[in-house]
């Protein structure tokens, strides 16, 4: 074959490829065909949809300016905090394992980080003892007891047979009595997005009684059942819903022993709760409802195309002006912090400042809210 007639074959498959078979038909109908055999169904939703204006009195949507880091470099995906305010240390679990302390000092450059125990699994929700240990949602492994000489001790990791996949949000009555959730039944948490997408309430909520080991199933069928807060008056304990975007309240005391009430909606997607000691909850989202999201809510077919291009192309950031919700004792909004690009899994106050956690960054965030304060809307 002459060089010429070569160039001219060569020209032939080059134009023979971008015809419109190639360029469009062919990639459609590949798509189309992986779509058919993809085995993952997403279910709809049962979320009255268009409520993604929860009215909430002040708000700073400019979380960013003015916030410091803490620690970072030294903080891998730290998820969820627990102050220990004598020691002036806060405890963090991380996406290596390890449980860290932080110190806390009037200023971010004095803190310092240190390695405390490693669960060898993911530690998420922490709460802190008033004798020194610490109880540990731990997703792979449970729920876990550290002593404060750094024993570590698994209380109970499945209930009737079926294991917690995502132990993940935890909190601890003045009775001793810890409250728990396993997000999923179904996904790890390296996969949570997965069960997010899907829809379908993989959540538990439970009980641990310390002094009897038993495990108590006090709400099933949850949509990625999440943060937990014993309410300040000890009459209920919080347990949110990420994908509901609501937190809801059980009963533990009183005539409404044992029953479920709504406690309040959130603008976004919740993960932990924390009570601040001053009358109010810190609920951290990771975001607020998109237009991207209150699609993907409302048509499963969308959530099956974000898992799709999550496992086979890369993870989707639809996340989008996440923040702290503070609520007062009947879950009534009175300040939403945010921003465009924060996400944030767990949220504390320490004097004037709200510590943040997330497992999206290599830090925690420090906001102080008198100096950057959330305004009236009205
Ligand atoms: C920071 O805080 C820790 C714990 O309270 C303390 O030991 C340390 O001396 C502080 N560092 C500075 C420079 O203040």
């Not at 049962?46 to 708000?59: H, M, W, Y």
Request: net charge negative; hydrophobic share 40%; aromatic share 12%.
């Amino acid at each position: 074959m002459s060089s010429s007639e070569s160039t001219n074959a060569r020209t032939r498959t080059a134009s023979w490829f971008s015809t419109p078979f190639f360029v469009i038909v062919l990639p459609v109908a590949v798509a189309a065909l992986l779509y058919r055999l993809e085995p993952f169904k997403p279910v709809l939703l049962p979320v009255q949809l268009g409520r993604s204006t929860v009215a909430v009195p002040a708000r700073n949507g400019h979380m960013q300016d003015g916030s410091e880091r803490v620690g970072e470099g030294h903080l891998e995906g730290p998820e969820d905090l627990a102050y220990d305010a004598a020691a002036r240390v806060v405890y963090t679990g991380c996406e290596d394992g390890w449980i860290k302390r932080v110190t806390v000092n009037d200023s971010v450059v004095d803190s310092a980080v240190e390695d405390w125990v490693n669960t060898g699994g993911r530690p998420l929700g922490l709460v802190l003892k008033p004798n020194g240990e610490l109880i540990v949602a731990d997703a792979e492994k449970g729920l876990l007891r550290v002593s404060s000489e750094k024993e570590i001790e698994l209380l109970v990791d499945e209930f009737e047979g079926l294991k917690f996949k995502l132990t993940d949000g935890v909190d601890i009555a003045d009775d001793g009595t810890i409250y728990f959730t396993d997000a999923s039944h179904k996904y790890p948490v390296k996969d949570a997005v997965f069960d997010v997408l899907e829809g379908k309430p993989n959540g538990r909520f439970f009980s641990y009684n310390p002094a009897t080991k038993k495990t108590t199933l006090l709400a099933q069928d949850l949509y990625f059942a999440n943060g937990v807060a014993v309410s300040a008056d000890q009459q209920f304990v919080v347990f949110c819903e990420s994908v509901l975007m609501r937190c809801n309240k059980y009963f533990v005391l009183g005539p409404k022993t044992g029953t479920i009430e709504k406690f309040c909606d959130l603008p976004g997607m919740p993960d932990n709760i924390h009570y601040d000691g001053q009358g109010h909850y810190l609920i951290a989202m990771f975001t607020a409802l998109s237009p991207e999201l209150e699609l993907a809510y409302r048509y499963p077919f969308i959530r099956k195309a974000f898992a799709m291009f999550t496992k086979y192309v890369g993870s989707l950031s639809i996340s989008k002006n996440g923040g702290v919700l503070v609520v007062d004792l009947e879950g009534k909004p009175t300040a939403h912090y945010y921003d465009p690009k924060l996400a944030l899994t767990s949220a504390i106050k320490i004097g004037n400042h709200i510590y943040a956690g997330s497992i999206f960054y290599p830090f925690v965030t420090r906001f102080d809210v008198e100096k950057y304060p959330a305004l009236p809307t009205v």
